[in-house]
């Protein structure tokens, strides 16, 4: 007899070929957007399915622990924008003889998004199942979130850039952001209409892409 109970598991959704096509087809052409979003607004119910395809992530012990800070204010921006570009010329300067080409690289979306998102995590109060031992499984799980976001834009038409080039001290502190919450990612997006077919960074000579097979390994770690 089946168990009428609500924590009996129910039927696996078979998804059809076409439905796995098209989740496969959004993995493969998403991108990290840095200089092609148009200026028009995310549309409202976008945006909710969006965010909602974020908060659907998974997260040790069930703790959510993300949370999303949605930025539009021009003046905050640009004074990310401004936090960004000072540490970004620090940068160039790890980079020696490839100064020039970082600097050719194209990082202005956070002030050309119409939309920037702080992600952050939080740490729940009291033991978090799952997260006894090993306390990363919450930044972890925000990152999967992230994930999801980017993939939900992307199949609706909406880029996304990653910034990670700041300081933490500075940005935590234009954003008002209290001690105890790390910042996981700061996320620009808005709508494309162009992007490139492959990674960005691999066509424009920065670095090759590494093949599936090159970072598999068996059992144990493989030099």
């Known amino acids: 007899m089946p168990d009428p109970s609500p924590c009996a598991p129910v039927s696996a959704r078979v998804f059809s070929e076409a439905e796995r096509q098209a989740l496969y087809d959004v993995i493969a052409h998403r991108r990290d957007v840095r200089n092609e979003f148009l200026p028009d607004p995310i549309a409202p119910?976008?945006?909710?399915?969006?965010?909602?395809?974020?908060?659907?992530?998974?997260?040790?012990g069930l703790s959510q622990p993300w949370r999303f800070l949605l930025i539009r204010d021009a003046a905050r921006r640009a004074q990310v924008r401004a936090a960004f570009q000072r540490?970004?010329?620090?940068?160039?300067?790890?980079?020696?003889?490839?100064?020039?080409?970082?600097?050719?690289?194209?990082?202005?979306?956070?002030?050309?998004?119409?939309?920037?998102?702080?992600?952050?995590?939080?740490?729940?109060e009291g033991p978090v199942l799952g997260a006894t031992h090993n306390?990363?499984?919450?930044?972890?799980?925000?990152?999967?979130?992230?994930?999801?976001?980017?993939?939900?834009?992307?199949?609706?038409?909406?880029?996304?850039?990653?910034?990670?080039?700041?300081?933490?001290?500075?940005?935590?502190?234009?954003?008002?952001?209290?001690?105890?919450?790390?910042?996981?990612?700061?996320l620009c997006l808005g709508y494309v209409d162009a992007?490139?077919?492959?990674?960005?960074?691999?066509?424009?000579?920065?670095?090759?892409?590494?093949?599936l097979d090159a970072v598999l390994m068996d059992e144990v770690w493989q030099d």
């Open 87 to 124: 540490a970004n010329d620090e940068a160039a300067t790890q980079f020696g003889a490839r100064q020039s080409a970082y600097g050719a690289l194209k990082l202005e979306g956070i002030d050309k998004a119409p939309l920037n998102i702080c992600v952050t995590c939080s740490r729940p």
């Open 45 to 60: 119910d976008v945006l909710r399915r969006i965010l909602h395809a974020a908060h659907a992530a998974p997260s040790v």
């Open 195 to 211: 992007l490139f077919d492959r990674p960005e960074l691999a066509l424009r000579g920065w670095k090759e892409e590494a093949s």
């Open 135 to 186: 306390p990363k499984m919450l930044p972890y799980s925000t990152v999967c979130a992230v994930q999801n976001l980017w993939l939900a834009a992307r199949a609706e038409g909406v880029g996304v850039g990653w910034v990670s080039i700041y300081h933490d001290t500075e940005l935590r502190t234009i954003l008002g952001l209290p001690e105890e919450v790390e910042i996981v990612a700061y």
